[in-house]
C-alpha cells in the first residue's frame, strides 16, 4: 500500500518535461506537481507516486487515474469533501485536478507505512499500541462524521502510521455505499487487525489480508482466543464493534471511549477500567449490554446451573452453560452476548444447511436460459458456483432486465441472523429480498414473487460493491424467515472486454 509522508528532502531529478496521458517521471502536473518516483498502485487501480511541490518545495503524495474523466469522478468528489475536514489524524489533501485524459489528487506525503505492513513486518501491535491507533483512527473518524461525510474506506492500508509515530486516516471514498455505522464497524476491524494480524471480512469488508480465524460454524474467534496478553476490556469492545446485534456506538463516542482506554493502557492495563461507555451521557441507563457480557453471561450461567441442579440432576447440568463458565476469558456465547430483560445467554448463531433443492434462479425478465447450475453455490466449494450469461453495453444486464436473483427456500420459518454472498469478482450491486411464499419458477410466478419480496427489504443494498463477499444481518429478532432472495442489480466488468457477467460462489445462511 502507499507509503506517503511529509518532512522528505527532494531527490534531484532529470529536467521536467511535459507530456500527456501516461504519466512519467519527471513530468510537472498543474505546472507545480513534480513526479519524482512510481510508488505502487493501490487496491482501486491507481497509481500512486511521490512527488514535489516545486512551489512550496515540500514533498507530497500524487494519486492519479489514468484516463480521468467520468472514471474518475468519485476520486475527485471525495478528494474535495476531504480537503473541507482538518484534523491532526486526517492526511491533508492540497488540490484535485481533472484533465480528462488523466486526473489526480495531490496530498500529503507521510513518512512511514501502511498498517498493513507494520503487521506483515512486525507482526500484531502489543494492546496499547493498538488502542492508540484505534484511538487515533476514531477521532479522525469522529471529525469527518462531524460534517455528515462517510469516509468509507477503512482498512489497515488507509490507516498510515509514521515514522514519528503519527497516525492518519488516508483516501476517503464518496462512492455512497457506506454509512456512519459501516465506518464505525470498520474501526473494530482496524483493531481487530492490529491486535491478531487477521482481518474480519464478513464483518468489516472483503480483503486480501487473511480472514479472522473461525470456528466450523464461521463464528469469529475473539482476540483474546487468538493471541494471549490482551486485556479482556479491549476484548470486549473489539468484538461489540463487530457484532451486528449490538448497535454501533457513533464515532465521536466510540473515540471518547477508546480515549479513555489509551489512558488506562498506559497503567499497565486496569483489569477493570469500568464498563464500556457506549451509551451518551443525556441517555438514560439501560440494562446491562452485550458489553457487559462477562457480568451477565456469568450471572446466566449460576442461574442454570442452580435450577438444573436441583431439577434435572448432574445430567442435565451438563446440557447447561458448560464447562467454559468456568473461565473467565472464554465464557459461553462470548460474541453473542446476553440478552437484555433476561438471565439466559442468547443462542450463538449457527449455520444452516442449505441442499441443492432449496435455491432457484429467479429471473422475470429473461428468456430463462440462466437457471441451471445453481445448486453450485451451496455446495461448500468456493471455487464453484452459478453465474450469469455476459452481457453487454450495460452492467445493469444490458439494459433488458431488471435483475436476476437467486430464491432460499428454509423449508421452514426460522430466525435468521445473517447471510453471506460469496461474488466472483467486485463491483456488483445487490441487495437481500424476503417474502411469505414461492408461487413457482415461471415467469410469471417470478413477476409475482418479485412484486410480492420487494415489500421485504433486509437492510440496505449494496452498490458497487467493492468486495467479493456481501453480507446482511439486518434481520429482526422477532421475525423468522423462510424465503430470502438475493437479488442482484448490477453487473461488474467481465473478463471479455465490453461485457458484463457475475458468479454466486457461496451463499451461507446462519440463525438460531
Excluded: C
Amino acid at each position: 500500500m502507499t507509503k506517503v509522508g511529509e518532512g522528505q528532502e527532494a531527490e534531484q531529478v532529470a529536467p521536467p518535461v511535459v507530456t500527456f496521458g501516461a504519466p512519467t517521471v519527471g513530468e510537472i502536473l498543474a505546472d507545480r506537481y513534480e513526479l519524482a518516483e512510481h510508488i505502487n498502485d493501490d487496491s482501486a487501480g491507481r497509481q500512486v507516486w511521490r512527488g514535489v511541490d516545486v512551489v512550496l518545495r515540500r514533498p507530497v503524495a500524487v494519486v492519479l487515474r489514468y484516463p480521468g474523466g467520468d472514471s474518475a469522478m468519485e476520486m475527485l468528489t471525495a478528494a474535495v469533501a476531504a480537503s473541507r475536514v482538518i484534523h491532526p489524524n486526517l492526511v491533508g489533501v492540497y488540490d484535485a485536478i481533472d484533465e480528462g485524459e488523466r486526473a489526480y489528487v495531490v496530498r500529503e506525503w507521510v513518512d512511514g507505512e501502511a498498517l498493513r505492513e507494520v503487521v506483515a513486518e512486525g507482526g500484531p501491535l502489543d494492546p496499547g499500541r493498538a488502542t492508540s491507533v484505534a484511538h487515533a483512527v476514531a477521532g479522525a473518524v469522529a471529525a469527518v462524521h462531524a460534517t455528515g461525510m462517510v469516509h468509507g474506506n477503512i482498512h489497515p492500508g488507509t490507516v498510515m502510521i509514521g515514522h514519528d509515530a503519527r497516525v492518519v486516516l488516508a483516501d476517503a471514498r464518496a462512492d455512497g455505499g457506506e454509512t456512519h455505522a459501516t465506518d464505525v464497524r470498520a474501526i473494530g476491524g482496524v483493531l481487530y487487525f492490529a491486535l491478531t494480524g487477521h482481518w474480519p471480512h464478513a464483518e468489516a469488508g472483503a480483503s486480501t489480508l487473511p480472514d479472522a480465524v473461525r470456528d466450523a460454524s464461521g463464528t469469529i474467534a475473539a482476540p483474546r482466543q487468538v493471541r494471549a496478553g490482551i486485556p479482556a476490556y479491549l476484548d470486549d469492545l473489539t468484538m461489540d464493534l463487530l457484532d451486528p446485534r449490538v448497535e454501533a456506538p457513533s464515532s465521536d463516542v466510540l473515540a471518547a471511549e477508546l480515549a479513555r482506554l489509551d489512558a488506562a493502557a498506559e497503567e499497565h492495563y486496569l483489569e477493570d477500567p469500568g464498563p464500556l461507555r457506549f451509551a451518551s451521557t443525556d441517555e438514560p441507563a439501560d440494562p446491562p449490554r452485550a458489553t457487559n457480557r462477562k457480568l451477565l453471561a456469568g450471572v446466566a450461567a449460576l442461574v442454570v446451573i442452580a435450577i438444573a441442579g436441583l431439577f434435572f440432576g448432574i445430567n442435565a447440568l451438563g446440557n447447561g452453560s458448560g464447562d467454559n463458565t468456568a473461565d473467565p476469558t472464554n465464557p459461553p456465547n462470548a460474541s453473542a452476548g446476553a440478552g437484555e430483560g433476561t438471565n439466559a445467554p442468547v443462542q450463538k448463531p449457527q449455520k444452516i444447511a442449505l441442499g441443492p433443492d432449496q435455491v432457484r434462479v429467479v429471473d422475470p425478465d429473461g428468456q430463462r436460459d440462466e437457471l441451471d447450475g445453481v445448486e453450485a453455490a451451496v455446495d461448500g466449494n468456493i471455487d464453484t458456483g452459478w453465474k450469469t450469461d455476459a452481457y453487454v453495453t450495460s452492467p445493469k444486464f444490458g439494459n433488458i432486465k431488471q435483475g436476476m436473483g437467486i430464491l432460499i427456500d428454509l423449508k421452514q420459518e426460522r430466525s435468521v441472523t445473517s447471510v453471506q454472498v460469496v461474488l466472483s469478482a467486485p463491483g456488483a450491486s445487490a441487495q437481500l429480498l424476503s417474502g411469505a411464499s414461492d408461487p413457482g419458477s415461471s415467469k410469471s410466478g417470478d413477476e409475482q414473487l418479485l412484486k410480492a419480496f420487494k415489500n421485504g427489504r433486509i437492510g440496505e443494498p449494496l452498490e458497487n460493491h467493492r468486495g467479493t463477499t456481501m453480507a446482511f444481518s439486518g434481520f429482526s429478532p422477532d421475525l423468522s424467515y423462510r424465503y430470502l432472495l438475493v437479488w442482484i442489480t448490477e453487473l461488474p466488468p467481465a473478463s471479455e472486454a465490453g461485457k458484463f457477467q457475475i458468479g454466486v460462489q457461496e451463499i451461507t445462511v446462519e440463525g438460531r
